[in-house]
């Protein structure tokens, strides 16, 4: 009998770890190919994890609301057939290095060094590690800045144990430049250690006071935004567009629409083809940011932020959005906006994104500062359209009529994206509002 090793598969950009809520299958169970085992959340959405082989469950490794990174065993299945599986996590001295080399005593000092000063390898939203990687990385020395450096050959550019194996090859024939943590002098580790022993004010609730538990997906968010805030340099510029004709042109339209289409026809997809119009004029702001270098997305992917019925937020994606008509991007909006209220969303269906809405106008704001979604680089917040008094130029003259009117907030990564592009593309979304045909077909 065989041993396969199940391990949690990627769900999509961003997302390295997932918590089991639910097992599906005890030890003893017979399982099928494709049958779901164990169910799994993460910040973006929840999911089944299915078999990919038909056996025996015959352990598990992990509980209930334990956490698992992408790319950990989380069950072992028997199956029919010899051996394991899986590969196991190679021994430094299986490493073939060429003795003859000159550089052989300068990278055995270098690897016996780093190994004691390297920090600890993580993944991050661009690129996965798996524990084998991790664990080789850690037995040659390998600092996350150097690993970072290795092409990939694996899926979505993983780094694989070829990989390693082949550039652990080829490290020893030319000069080591170690990549070494700053060891901290005394003085720098006595204040840490100061600082650590500082306990946080406790925070004491009064008599009548109630006491909720954050979900496991609000803390997610709350870790998420957090990271956000410290990780980019949040600007924002804000615009205001009359959208009066679009108002109209809605009202004409809405009810030929629904009969032919059947679907809804709100202010979003409208708003959705504008801003991917904006994004193709402006492929600088479809981008994301790793480490220093930058990536050009080839794909307008917009994230849709929809908040739950539970107070929490969920993004899901509509690809290529540039490429859809009006009446593509209304049928996907609605369906994403259904799935996602009633918790049906796939993991495929929030992953990808390259540049966020969220609609803040829903709740009556005008205007909001909202966080960027990483690793984009930037965000729009669609505030509420007002009926108000507005300033009217014509050929005769000016003169005060009622419009409607509304905000666009738009937040972005000041460490890519200056002030000039950032508010250059805002004005073209407004153009495009602007601009709308109010004889337009559907």
């Not at 004409?252 to 409208?270: A, D, H, Q, Y």
């Not at 969920?314 to 593509?328: E, F, S, T, Y």
């Not at 799935?339 to 993991?347: I, S, V």
């Not at 990564?413 to 000039?420: M, S």
């Amino acid at each position: 009998m065989a041993r396969f090793e199940l391990k949690l598969p990627k769900m999509g950009e961003s997302v390295a770890e997932a918590t089991i809520t639910s097992w599906l299958k005890e030890v003893g169970d017979t399982i099928e190919q494709d049958e779901a085992i164990l169910e799994i959340a993460t910040d973006k959405v929840d999911s089944e994890v299915p078999s990919e082989v038909d056996g025996v469950l015959v352990e598990v490794l992990f509980n209930v609301d334990d956490v698992v990174q992408v790319g950990e065993t989380i069950a072992i299945i028997e199956t029919e057939g010899q051996g394991n599986t899986s590969a196991e996590a190679p021994k430094a001295q299986e490493i073939v290095v060429d003795k003859t080399a000159p550089a052989v005593a300068e990278v055995s000092q270098t690897v016996a060094l780093a190994q004691e000063t390297v920090a600890p390898i993580s993944s991050n939203g661009e690129r996965f590690y798996s524990p084998l990687v991790k664990n080789m990385a850690k037995a040659e020395g390998i600092a996350q800045d150097e690993l970072d450096t290795i092409p990939g050959t694996g899926k979505e550019g993983r780094v694989t144990k070829a990989d390693m194996q082949t550039y652990l090859k080829t490290r020893g024939s030319q000069p080591v430049k170690a990549v070494v943590t700053p060891i901290a002098t005394t003085k720098q580790q006595a204040a840490v250690k100061s600082e650590a022993k500082k306990p946080a004010a406790p925070i004491i609730a009064a008599e009548g006071d109630e006491i909720i538990e954050m979900t496991r997906m609000g803390k997610l968010i709350a870790h998420h935004m957090v990271e956000s805030v410290q990780k980019s340099a949040h600007v924002q510029s804000f615009i205001e567009a009359d959208v009066t004709n679009i108002w109209n042109w809605r009202k004409k339209v809405k009810s030929e629409f629904m009969k032919r289409e059947g679907e809804n026809l709100t202010f979003t997809p409208i708003f959705m083809e504008a801003i991917a119009k904006a994004l193709r004029d402006f492929p600088m702001m479809n981008i994301s940011l790793q480490g220093d270098t930058i990536i050009k997305k080839k794909n307008i992917n917009l994230g849709m932020a929809a908040a739950l019925g539970n107070g929490d937020l969920i993004v899901p994606v509509i690809k290529n959005a540039d490429q859809l008509n009006l009446v593509g991007i209304t049928k996907a909006v609605n369906d994403l906006a259904t799935r996602a209220r009633e918790n049906k969303l796939k993991p495929d269906d929030i992953q990808g994104g390259t540049y966020t809405v969220t609609n803040v106008g829903t709740f009556g704001s005008i205007m909001g500062t909202p966080i960027i979604n990483q690793p984009q680089v930037g965000i729009l917040a669609l505030g509420a359209i007002r009926k108000v008094p507005a300033v009217i130029e014509t050929p005769d003259g000016d003169f005060i009529g009622i419009r409607y009117r509304m905000f666009l907030s738009h937040s972005y990564d000041h460490r890519v994206v200056n002030g000039a592009l950032g508010g250059q593309f805002v004005k073209a979304v407004k153009d495009y509002l602007e601009a709308w045909d109010i004889n337009r077909e559907i």
